[in-house]
């Protein structure tokens, strides 16, 4: 029998399915590794991914749909935010322009800039307080623009550049010709925080009306006789040149330029667009539009009265209209002294001397004199007395909140207006029908409108080089 060999060692063993299986679940330490790292740099790339599109959705959102969305509605028109946003940018660089030129103005004098403009520096330092203002501003805007619409009022780019050569001319000191821009009865002002705010007025009554003051004679008070004249050789008399007159198409030429220059700037300054600095122009020119129409039937004439008075206050010792209410004590002692005065009077007293010695309003020192007014500028018991008394009756005593009131009426007469009177009643009557649309708008704001306001240009950046915070 013959004998198997053993050369070569033992047979190799088969590879059957269940080894591939155990080889595919214990990798070495090595594969393992290399497939983790790949996991990780995957989910890295996603994640890297979704921070990109976050991104670009977030920029988005800021550059394009919130800028879209309205900051406030009036009657269901929208302002956008991107709109406001850029009023404010210019609102603010052109207060600190104002600011800039009162400085150079004054020779860089702090407390005189402080004096005129300490209000706006700090209004420039809280960006919310002229977001607020602007947006008040641009609410008043929509309501004119869409009354104007209801009436039919309309405003073409003339009336704007007029409006744009106005401002201009201001800046320069020129004077636009009449000719080719005429005058407007507003005024246009294109910030609405001027560096000099105006202040409101309330309804006068008798205690502040002014009445003319007699104009002093010059009196000559030099030394009679003639005076020792020095001889002097006889000089040629020198001929003053005539001030050099632009022509009018001059002015505009130069209007025009600097309006562009004042684009520019802006644009440069703020990033804000020639038609935007232009629509506050428009403004300017629409309001004048709305009234002119609207007070293009207001009477050029109107029943005055003129009277006097003699006013005994229920507190003497305080200025009429800035007292507390009366005591019952008070009323009676004031009344008591008014009855006194009417009885001196009909006894023959001269009214001017006892409204000089007696009377607590100012015009005592006239001698009660008011002069001509209308009697609408009176409170309602001193406004009917001065309609029904007879022309030359000493009336009175009669009450207001003042106190009481000796009266005599000189006359009463259907007067012309005077041109700054027949101004006041036209903006009182804008004013009035302004406040009106103003009172019945549906205004709703966004209830986080504080939170877009603009804080650029920032204050460092405006004015930080000439008035830094200290």
Request: proline share 9%.
């Amino acid at each position: 029998m013959t004998k198997k060999g053993t050369v070569g060692g033992p047979r190799a063993r088969r590879i059957t399915e269940a080894d591939v299986k155990r080889r595919r679940q214990y990798k070495s330490r090595a594969e393992r590794d290399r497939l983790w790292q790949r996991r990780v740099l995957f989910a890295t790339i996603g994640l890297v991914a979704l921070s990109v599109l976050v991104l670009i959705a977030a920029l988005f959102y800021e550059q394009v749909i919130r800028p879209s969305e309205a900051i406030s509605t009036v009657n269901g028109e929208e302002i956008k935010t991107r709109d406001f946003q850029n009023r404010v940018r210019l609102i603010r660089w052109l207060t600190a322009e104002q600011i800039r030129e009162l400085y150079f103005l004054t020779g860089g004098n702090v407390d005189t800039i402080q004096q005129y403009a300490g209000q706006q520096i700090n209004d420039l330092r809280r960006p919310q307080i002229i977001g607020s203002q602007v947006l008040d501003e641009m609410e008043e805007e929509m309501i004119l623009k869409q009354a104007a619409k209801e009436l039919g009022v309309t405003v073409d780019e003339a009336a704007v550049d007029e409006q744009v050569n106005r401002y201009m001319a201001q800046r320069l000191g020129l004077t636009v010709p009449s000719d080719e821009t005429p005058t407007p009865t507003l005024t246009p002002t294109i910030t609405p925080t001027p560096l000099v705010s105006p202040t409101p007025s309330s309804t006068p009554v008798p205690t502040e009306t002014p009445t003319p003051v007699p104009t002093a004679t010059l009196v000559n008070t030099a030394t009679p006789g003639p005076s020792p004249t020095p001889t002097v050789p006889p000089t040629e008399t020198p001929i003053p040149s005539p001030t050099p007159t632009l022509e009018p198409s001059v002015v505009v030429a130069t209007l025009q330029s600097e309006a562009g220059d004042f684009y520019k700037k802006a644009q440069d300054a703020v990033d804000v667009s020639r038609s935007a600095v232009r629509e506050l122009f428009y403004y300017d020119a629409l309001r004048t539009a709305l009234l002119e129409e609207l007070t293009k039937d207001l009477p050029q004439e109107e029943l005055q009265v003129n009277a006097r008075h003699i006013l005994i206050s229920f507190n003497p010792d305080l200025p009429p209209g800035q007292a507390p209410p009366p005591t019952d004590e008070q009323k009676a002692a004031a009344l008591a002294r008014a009855e006194a005065v009417m009885q001196a009077l009909q006894d023959g007293e001269p009214f001017a001397d006892l409204a000089k010695a007696m009377s607590n309003d100012s015009s005592a020192t006239h001698g009660g004199e008011l002069g001509w007014a209308s009697p609408d500028k009176y409170v309602a018991a001193f406004k009917d007395a001065v309609l029904n008394a007879a022309i030359g009756e000493i009336v009175g005593p009669i009450e207001t909140e003042y106190g009481y009131h000796i009266i005599q009426v000189h006359g009463r007469e259907v007067r012309p207006l005077t041109p700054g009177e027949l101004s006041t009643r036209r903006q009182q009557k804008y004013q009035t029908w302004l406040d009106e649309r103003k009172a019945a708008a549906q205004i709703k704001r966004r209830s986080d409108w504080l939170e877009r306001v603009p804080e650029d240009p920032s204050y460092n950046r405006l004015l930080g080089d000439i008035l830094p915070i200290g």
